[in-house]
């Protein structure tokens, strides 16, 4: 459905996706004319037409933003909504740390000029830090829909996720990547990623709600796990063989590709380069 120029999908129950404002999914919780906002994407001018949207034409009050993790397209629509935010410390932290390697004045400036629509999005982008935090877990309530917001590390240092036990629904944040070929960085701990899909897994849900890309059931973390063991073991071993960098580098781009996806090369070598960079750094 259409809410003015956002395309907007309807998932079950309270659950709701907004896909057209840059990058990354914003996630709503919807009920009791109340929103719950998780991410807020990387456009401030749409971030706050849809706040406007929110509450002057549905009527909403939007009690809650959540930020799954730092990176700027969940994260730098944050200026534009009102209400509190809450993320990890350990995300918040990071967003005061700024200038990070994702929103240096020089990548900024760079992104502008290469993307005329960021010009005018970002001319007046103030980086806003979440205004509550919580150290590793904190229950709340939603409208009397109970809600546990988790740290679980992976994707970055303070990846977080949203449980909702009551709808057998998770809200990932980049955990999952669904549809679009995953994305690890050099600030992911692959280990720990794998480690936070497994625990997904364990969950009893039904819907996961991914950072990108179609919200989706199980199958999907089990393709995920297979993809970033696969490069972990791969590495690990070749590592250990006292194969050179380069070689191992290589190898791993025909070894572990993700198998349900069309092979997406820049994205795959960006993985492979985080994931030997991870335990290259470790063993010297
Ligand atoms: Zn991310």
């Not at 109340?34 to 009690?63: M, T």
Request: charged fraction near 25%.
């Amino acid at each position: 459905m259409r809410w003015d120029n956002f395309e907007v999908e309807k998932l079950k129950d309270i659950f709701y996706v907004v896909r057209n404002t840059g990058g990354a999914n914003i996630c709503l919780c919807l009920k009791n004319d109340s929103a719950l906002v998780v991410d807020s994407g990387y456009l401030p001018k749409a971030s706050a037409a849809l706040n406007d949207y929110l509450r002057k034409s549905l009527g909403c009050e939007i009690k809650l933003l959540f930020n799954t993790h730092y990176h700027a397209d969940h994260t730098f629509g944050n200026q534009s909504f009102d209400c509190p935010i809450l993320s990890s410390e350990a995300c918040r932290r990071q967003m005061e740390k700024g200038p990070s390697s994702f929103w240096s004045p020089a990548e900024i400036a760079e992104a502008m000029e290469e993307d005329p629509d960021l010009r005018t999005e970002w001319k007046e982008l103030r980086i806003t830090p979440p205004t509550m935090t919580f150290a590793e877990k904190k229950e709340y309530d939603f409208e009397g829909i109970e809600v546990v917001f988790q740290k679980v590390g992976g994707h970055t240092e303070c990846s977080s996720m949203a449980v909702f036990p009551g709808y057998e629904t998770v809200i990932t944040g980049d955990l999952i990547f669904s549809g679009v070929y995953p994305t690890l960085l050099r600030d992911g701990n692959p280990a720990e990623l794998v480690k936070a899909l497994k625990d997904l897994a364990r969950i009893e849900a039904d819907m996961y709600i991914p950072g990108h890309g179609a919200s989706c059931g199980h199958d999907i973390l089990y393709d995920l796990i297979d993809y970033w063991s696969c490069l972990i073991v791969q590495c690990t071993e070749l590592m250990d063989s006292g194969m050179p960098r380069s070689e191992i580098q290589q190898l791993l781009e025909t070894r572990c590709r993700m198998r349900a996806l069309e092979y997406d090369e820049r994205k795959h070598t960006r993985n492979i380069d985080s994931v030997v960079d991870f335990f290259w750094t470790r063993m010297v």
